[in-house]
């Protein structure tokens, strides 16, 4: 009898305990990966725009990942998936038949549909495209001089941009100093950070306002031009590197293939992961919704968790045994690089930036890429 195939769409944290469990032995199939890029841990891209490691440090590479495996790896993106047929569609026409699909496509930006956007901005996913930005701003601050100062935009001032404002300043100070560039955050929000607690977010603003970061908050911005942004007034906004990093919006593709979405277009997934009405399909990390807890926010932390569950339960699907349920945490510990060997945390109503902060994230973050790095090896 031939081994079953399991098809693994995307390489989101999720899919990194899915590939550890198959070289362990754990999880019996063949195994394909798509994934259209080199992949890089999100926890550790400030860290990489800031000089506190290099790209090669916070890189996952496919190739590397699946070395020894046995595991194919296919350089592209899925366009649609047939679930009635068991198969996918990918960007290229390719097509791929599974028995088992995981999807852990992650989330694309809001708004990324707005005029000029996807022409002249740069997206804050996938996450190694950050590291396109901070050349193109680097570019800018140095051509560029006190009187003239590079203006650097960032619109989205949730973690993502907040945290990314932080590092780049550190980087761009201690490269030109603080007189040739001014970062800008636009936020249509009338606060920055609004999904954290008040404490952590007045301390963020304050550090962000010390370091002469503007913070342009109720703010909206409707479309973007060569080298300048458009708000909701009117107003032109001119820029030298503009970063898009507004909140997260679901993949089209779910809601076009027909799978069970939720009401904003997220797989909607049993407490197993398993999509709802589908047993050959399973989501997990950004793109999907769990019916049990539609209020698990849209974070790494989650998908973290998912992921061990997420293992054991293709493991099971395979063997046609009964699957666990994934029960998300209520408290999660939050961790945000500043840049300057300082983090900002939060966990369980305690507010606390400092450098053991910084420590406990740096230790985290190093080790969870450690562990995956040493696959294939």
Same mark, same amino acid.
């Given at each position: 009898?031939? =081994?079953?195939?399991?098809?693994?769409?995307?390489?989101?944290?999720?899919?990194?305990?899915?590939?550890?469990?198959?070289?362990?032995?754990?999880?019996?199939?063949? +195994?394909?990966?798509?994934? #259209?890029?080199?992949?890089?841990?999100?926890?550790?891209?400030?860290?990489?725009?800031?000089?506190?490691?290099?790209?090669?440090?916070?890189?996952?590479? @496919?190739?590397?990942?699946?070395?020894?495996?046995?595991?194919?790896?296919?350089?592209? =993106?899925?366009?649609?998936?047939?679930?009635?047929?068991?198969?996918?569609?990918?960007?290229?026409?390719?097509?791929?038949?599974?028995?088992?699909?995981?999807?852990?496509?992650?989330?694309?930006?809001?708004?990324?549909?707005?005029?000029?956007?996807?022409?002249?901005?740069?997206?804050?996913?996938? +996450?190694?495209?950050?590291?396109? $930005?901070?050349?193109?701003?680097?570019?800018?601050?140095?051509?560029?001089?006190?009187?003239? #100062?590079?203006?650097?935009?960032?619109?989205?001032?949730?973690?993502?941009?907040?945290?990314?404002?932080?590092?780049?300043?550190?980087?761009?100070?201690?490269?030109?100093?603080? *007189?040739?560039?001014?970062?800008?955050? $636009?936020?249509?929000?009338?606060?920055?950070?609004?999904?954290?607690?008040?404490?952590?977010?007045?301390?963020?603003?304050?550090?962000?306002?010390?370091?002469?970061?503007?913070?342009?908050?109720?703010?909206?911005?409707?479309?973007?031009?060569?080298?300048? +942004?458009?708000?909701?007034?009117?107003?032109?906004?001119?820029?030298?590197?503009?970063?898009?990093?507004?909140?997260?919006?679901? #993949?089209?593709?779910?809601?076009?293939?027909?799978? @069970?979405?939720?009401?904003?277009?997220?797989?909607?997934?049993?407490?197993?992961?398993?999509?709802?009405?589908?047993?050959?399909?399973?989501?997990?990390?950004?793109?999907?919704?769990? *019916?049990?807890? #539609?209020?698990?926010?849209?974070?790494?932390?989650?998908?973290?968790? *998912?992921?061990?569950?997420?293992?054991?339960?293709?493991?099971?699907?395979?063997?046609?045994?009964?699957?666990?349920?994934?029960?998300?945490?209520?408290?999660?510990?939050?961790?945000?690089?500043?840049?300057?060997?300082?983090?900002?945390?939060?966990?369980?109503?305690?507010?606390?930036?400092?450098?053991?902060?910084?420590?406990?994230?740096?230790?985290?973050?190093?080790?969870?890429?450690?562990?995956?790095?040493?696959?294939?090896?």
């Amino acid at each position: 009898m031939p =081994r079953p195939h399991l098809l693994l769409a995307g390489l989101g944290h999720a899919h990194l305990f899915v590939l550890e469990a198959l070289a362990s032995g754990a999880l019996d199939a063949n +195994v394909t990966v798509v994934t #259209p890029e080199e992949y890089h841990y999100s926890g550790m891209i400030p860290g990489v725009l800031a000089g506190c490691y290099t790209a090669d440090e916070a890189a996952l590479p @496919p190739a590397r990942l699946v070395r020894g495996t046995g595991v194919e790896w296919v350089r592209g =993106r899925i366009a649609r998936v047939h679930a009635e047929e068991k198969q996918v569609v990918l960007e290229n026409g390719g097509v791929l038949s599974y028995d088992l699909l995981s999807l852990d496509i992650g989330s694309r930006p809001a708004a990324d549909d707005l005029p000029g956007v996807c022409d002249h901005a740069t997206p804050v996913k996938p +996450v190694g495209r950050t590291l396109v $930005f901070r050349e193109a701003a680097v570019r800018a601050a140095d051509s560029a001089s006190a009187a003239t #100062p590079a203006r650097v935009v960032i619109v989205g001032g949730g973690a993502a941009g907040v945290e990314i404002a932080f590092c780049l300043g550190t980087h761009l100070a201690g490269r030109c100093g603080r *007189e040739r560039f001014r970062i800008s955050i $636009f936020q249509s929000a009338d606060a920055i950070l609004p999904e954290y607690p008040g404490s952590f977010r007045e301390k963020a603003r304050t550090e962000l306002e010390r370091r002469r970061v503007e913070l342009r908050t109720g703010v909206e911005v409707r479309g973007v031009e060569e080298r300048r +942004v458009i708000t909701e007034h009117g107003e032109p906004v001119p820029y030298d590197a503009l970063l898009w990093a507004t909140g997260p919006r679901a #993949p089209s593709l779910l809601r076009a293939s027909g799978l @069970p979405v939720d009401e904003k277009g997220y797989l909607r997934v049993q407490p197993t992961l398993r999509a709802s009405g589908h047993a050959e399909v399973f989501g997990a990390g950004d793109c999907m919704t769990p *019916e049990h807890a #539609p209020w698990v926010p849209k974070a790494g932390v989650y998908a973290v968790r *998912e992921g061990p569950v997420l293992a054991r339960n293709l493991a099971r699907a395979l063997k046609g045994e009964p699957l666990e349920e994934y029960e998300p945490q209520r408290d999660w510990l939050s961790l945000m690089n500043t840049g300057d060997g300082r983090a900002l945390l939060h966990y369980r109503g305690l507010t606390h930036h400092g450098r053991t902060a910084w420590w406990l994230k740096d230790r985290i973050d190093r080790r969870f890429v450690a562990r995956f790095q040493r696959l294939g090896r």
